[in-house]
T-cell receptor, first 114, second 109 residues
Framework: NAGVTQTPKFQVLKTGQSMTLQCAQD?????MSWYRQDPGMGLRLIHY???????DQGEVPNGYNVSRSTTEDFPLRLLSAAPSQTSVYFC?????????????FGPGTRLLVL | KNEVEQSPQNLTAQEGEFITINCSYS?????LHWLQQHPGGGIVSLFM???GKKKHGRLIATINIQEKHSSLHITASHPRDSAVYIC???????????FGEGTQLTVNP
């Protein structure tokens, strides 16, 4: 049982490049989400999904796209990277049902946009 | 003003000391999470509570819904407790989490 996995661990991009951050979970959790963590700020929600085929925007969705074709995978796409997207990105999941359930976080992806 | 405020931002303690980290929030909530982020970056959930008090080993979390305040206590602190501790609230309007900025704790031997 691997829990929540994220790839890559670290990535350097040039401005304008695109890339996909991968997130996978093997806990059969319906709710998955992407956060970014920046110095001096709390984690901020980018996008989330309550199940396969259903996604919605969080607090800071601009510049990011998501899709959820399976329960297991929730990739985050940067269409045209900008230096403001330099951050640490965390994927998280939780059990279906109550929002009060424990959240499970992936190990994070450090992204540097030059 | 942030909707979730933590204090202190940084805390340095000697091994064995009793530690308290505070979290105040200004929105209506259904639950509050305490999370721990290790120096390597990984985030783990410590507690989820909606009332009263929970204890796990040397960690104790309390919440006062009326005062919109929660505390995380660490008894007999140890250098391995050094981490960032994050408070997050589940708003009553919707299911999203709103996070505090975190408290950096350093416990010296």
């Amino acid at each position: 049982n691997a829990g929540v996995t994220q790839t890559p661990k670290f990535q350097v991009l040039k401005t304008g490049q695109s890339m996909t951050l991968q997130c996978a979970q093997d806990m059969n959790h319906e709710y998955m989400s992407w956060y970014r963590q920046d110095p001096g700020m709390g984690l901020r929600l980018i996008h989330y999904s309550v199940g396969a085929g259903i996604t919605d925007q969080g607090e800071v969705p601009n510049g990011y796209n998501v899709s959820r074709s399976t329960t297991e995978d929730f990739p985050l796409r940067l269409l045209s990277a900008a230096p403001s997207q330099t951050s640490v990105y965390f994927c998280a999941t939780r059990k279906p049902g109550s929002s009060q359930e424990t959240q499970y976080f992936g190990p994070g992806t450090r992204l540097l946009v030059l | 003003k942030n909707e979730v405020e933590q204090s202190p931002q940084n805390l340095t303690a000697q091994e064995g000391e009793f530690i308290t980290i505070n979290c105040s929030y200004s929105v209506g909530i259904s639950a509050l999470h305490w999370l721990q982020q290790h120096p390597g970056g990984g985030i783990v959930s410590l507690f989820m509570l909606s009332s009263g008090k929970k204890k796990h080993g040397r960690l104790i979390a309390t919440i006062n819904i009326q005062e919109k305040h929660s505390s995380l206590h660490i008894t007999a602190s140890h250098p391995r407790d050094s981490a960032v501790y994050i408070c997050a609230v589940v708003r009553t309007s919707g299911s999203r989490l709103t996070f505090g900025e975190g408290t950096q704790l350093t416990v010296n031997p």
